[in-house]
């Protein structure tokens, strides 16, 4: 592994897991694609920009020219798949983007990565590639659907999206999956729960409850906001990440979570106590349709075949986290002008 293309790094995951490599490992480049949609900020990225093994490229993944450019210039033999569509209540009110970027744009990048790293690229019976290159899908736990009060997601819970953001994840991973069987492509998929921690738009519910509570705004919280999620900090998402990429064994799949089962509500009031903020501004708003009810992951194979573990407790992780968004107010005055504002206005009012 020694020039890395990671997409979607101007992103909340990505540009976290960017300063972690380059931070942990002795990668000879990284070069980072992204097209910088609403999501994605390069003051994120602050800390790389005078690392000389760091690349930036605003560009699209669906853009197969670009990638081709990409992967012969830059010598790419390991790619972390990160950019997406990411919003669940986005995907509601425009599915076409999360299926046009989600599917289509990891096809285009697995069609290039074949094409660049097989030996023999014109003979379809040929499973041959150069030596260690890999592909890593970043995925979701959302592509296993809703749990009842009981039960773990595993890696082969069978699929059962229930969101468009969901369903595009899913056939994202049957698309990796598909590569991997019919044209022997070294492919990993990591299926994460909820993360957490700097850098995530404030859209989601962590940073825009913390905004919101900070700014005496109404939080609104989705139907009864007993919706559970299995809640890790991103930074123990990017090691995880790390870990795949240089134990996993080729064509698994690996969830990844931090047994941190949590209702929304639950989190919701215990930002306000951190604040010194009354439970009188939550606001019970009409709930997300097919809203799942609740996700957890169960990480025994991650842990036990490969070692890795969380480090951090939720407790240490968000008292962090709110410390961070208190700092970084100038990050989250930028990101919250403009475009987003009238999506929020969309959305809950
Ligand atoms: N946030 C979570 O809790 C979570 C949990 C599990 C898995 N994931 C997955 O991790 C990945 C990253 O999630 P995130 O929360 O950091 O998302 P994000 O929305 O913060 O970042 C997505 C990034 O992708 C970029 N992007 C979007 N379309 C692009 C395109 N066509 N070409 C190039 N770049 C494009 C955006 O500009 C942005 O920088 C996603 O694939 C998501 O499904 C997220």
Request: charged share 25%; glycine share 6%.
């Amino acid at each position: 592994m020694k020039n890395i293309l990671v997409t979607g790094g101007a992103g909340f995951i990505g540009s976290n897991f960017v300063q972690y490599i380059l931070d942990h490992s002795d990668i000879i480049r990284v070069v980072n694609l992204d097209l910088l949609t609403y999501a994605g900020n390069l003051a994120n990225l602050k800390g790389c920009e005078n690392d000389e093994r760091y690349h930036f490229v605003r560009g699209d993944i669906r853009d197969r020219e670009l990638l081709k450019q990409l992967f012969s210039e830059y010598e790419i033999d390991t790619v972390v798949h990160f950019a997406a569509e990411s919003h669940v209540d986005r995907s509601i009110t425009e599915p076409e983007i999360f299926l046009s970027t989600n599917v289509l744009g990891t096809q285009a990048l697995l069609d290039v990565a074949k094409d660049s790293w097989k030996i023999e690229p014109d003979n379809k019976y040929s499973r041959e590639y150069r030596e260690a290159v890999r592909f890593l899908q970043v995925s979701t736990d959302e592509v296993y659907g809703a749990l009842g009060k009981e039960g773990m997601f595993t890696e082969v819970t069978p699929m059962a999206p229930n969101s468009p953001y969901s369903a595009s994840k899913a056939s994202a991973d049957m698309v990796v999956r598909a590569y991997h069987n019919t044209f022997g492509l070294p492919i990993n998929i990591t299926r994460c729960s909820n993360n957490y921690g700097p850098y995530q738009f404030p859209e989601k519910l962590i940073p825009l409850m913390i905004h919101n509570a900070q700014n005496d705004k109404s939080l609104p919280v989705y139907g009864d906001g007993m919706q559970v999620r299995d809640w890790l900090h991103v930074k123990d998402h990017c090691a995880a990440i790390w870990t795949v990429l240089q134990k996993g064994r080729i064509g698994e799949v690996y969830n990844v979570g931090g047994n941190n089962e949590k209702a929304n509500i639950e989190i919701v009031k215990l930002i306000l106590k951190q604040l010194g903020k009354p439970e009188s501004l939550i606001e019970y708003v009409q709930d997300r349709p097919g809203h799942d009810r609740r996700y957890a992951i169960d990480n025994t194979k991650i842990t036990t075949e490969l070692g890795w573990q969380p480090e951090y407790t939720f407790e240490q992780g968000i008292e962090e986290t709110i410390e961070w968004y208190l700092q970084n107010s100038e990050w989250v005055e930028n990101v919250t002008s403009g475009d987003y504002l009238q999506y929020y206005e969309l959305m809950y009012n």
